[in-house]
């Protein structure tokens, strides 16, 4: 009886080992999981994979204008170039500003190779490729060649815009290496063509100083400035119709225009505009006045600053006469 005894209390000993063995070997346990995360049978012969409970992505954002670098949600905005507008007759310009404002960075790069004016369209590729890779290689050659990008006048309207964008982002991302551009769509038109002013020149195309408006004398001569931005002067137009008028100096893409004033014929006011490869806005007025003090007389030390090329509207060139709007002017 005390050998059963022992015997007894031995196995009720062993119990709860052999149960602590024997839970190592179930499977786990599906209870709390959805259907799509526990165990499913598996055929015979093979095994069943466990699927994660999140599935990792397998390929990242693809970078470009919708999302360059796969910028976050609370990504720095900045602005990328506005619409031109492009003319079908516009220069070789127009046309690289449209690859570029489209994020046709490659096509653009290709387009410019060996061209004397590169340097400055070089830049804005880079930059583009910049943001739509998000990678510091690129970064650092968008940064060398936006220093390497000469000095571009304001009366090349296009390229100074995509200079002045192309720096502006190298420094946004330079103030923040590690931050990814939310790039968004330029406001408005980089380069809207407008006649915003007439000024009255001398022979060598200096300005006249001390001039109140447009004037001149009824018999003609007077050659003026037309200011404002424009690409392609195809016409001048007096009082709405269009005049074979005399130009006065060389006529080239983005150039100043000048024209030397016809005889009154009666007038006492004419009104111009002009057409280019697109629409251009804007009127302005000369006035015939047979009473305005010779130029002549105007005091020697008065300053006589060069005439400049036509400039882009947000950094207007003021005239030295003042312009009169188009509703003041006798038909």
């Not at 269009?242 to 225009?257: E, I, K, L, N």
């Amino acid at each position: 009886m005390k050998c059963q005894s022992r015997s007894h209390l031995i196995g009720l000993a062993l119990v709860p080992v052999l149960m602590l063995g024997l839970s190592a070997c179930l499977p786990p346990s599906t209870e709390g999981l959805r259907p799509d995360q526990g165990s499913s049978p598996a055929s015979p012969g093979t095994s069943q994979p466990l699927q994660p409970t999140a599935a990792a992505p397998t390929a990242a954002q693809p970078a470009g204008p919708a999302g360059p670098g796969a910028p976050q949600a609370n990504a720095p905005v900045v602005q990328w170039l506005p619409i031109g507008p492009i003319g079908p007759n516009d220069p070789t310009s127009g046309q690289r500003y449209l690859l570029l404002q489209q994020f046709q960075c490659d096509a653009l790069a290709q387009s410019v190779e060996g061209a004397e004016d590169a340097a400055v369209w070089q830049a804005g590729a880079a930059v583009c490729q910049a943001l739509q890779s998000g990678s510091q290689q690129a970064w650092q050659r968008a940064s060398n060649a936006v220093g390497a990008t000469p000095q571009i006048p304001q009366s090349k309207c296009l390229e100074f815009r995509v200079a002045v964008t192309a720096a502006s982002l190298v420094a946004q991302h330079r103030s923040n290496p590690q931050a990814s551009l939310n790039v968004q769509p330029g406001q408005g038109q980089a380069c809207p063509r407008q006649l915003v002013g007439l000024t009255v020149v001398d022979k060598d195309l200096r300005p006249v100083p001390g001039t109140a408006r447009a004037t001149g004398p009824s018999t003609g001569g007077t050659i003026v400035r037309l200011d404002g931005y424009y690409v392609r002067v195809a016409e001048v137009l007096f009082d709405g119709v269009p005049a074979d008028v005399d130009f006065v100096g060389d006529r080239q893409d983005y150039g100043t225009v000048y024209l030397r004033m016809p005889p009154a014929n009666g007038r006492d006011s004419v009104r111009i505009s002009i057409t280019d490869t697109v629409d251009v806005a804007g009127t302005v007025t000369f006035f015939y006045d047979d009473s305005g003090v010779s130029t002549s007389t105007q005091p020697p030390s008065a300053p006589t600053p060069t005439a400049p090329a036509t400039q882009p509207p947000d950094v207007p060139t003021a005239p030295v006469t003042s312009v009169e709007p188009s509703t003041t002017a006798a038909p």
